[in-house]
């Protein structure tokens, strides 16, 4: 979450101010901007995806546990 704001603000304040606003580290930020996603968040995409799917399938009448 705070790698993603620091990326989508990027263009307006400096990353070396927003990182230690956040308690993040620069290195940490620009490591997470070239790194692959993870095989887990690729997983969790496409369940959420499928969970959407659902959802609207449904006509967004059926709950949590239902979906």
């Not at 901007?33 to 690729?42: A, F, G, H, K, T």
């Not at 369940?47 to 659902?54: E, F």
């Not at 609207?56 to 546990?65: A, D, E």
């Amino acid at each position: 979450m705070k790698f993603g704001f620091i990326a989508k603000h990027r263009g307006i304040w400096p990353v070396s101010w927003l990182c230690e606003a956040l308690g993040v580290s620069r290195s940490g930020f620009h490591g997470w901007l070239v790194r692959p996603p993870s095989q887990r968040s690729i997983s969790d995409e496409a369940v959420g995806a499928k969970v959407r799917a659902s959802f609207l399938t449904s006509f967004r009448t059926y709950g949590s546990r239902r979906v």
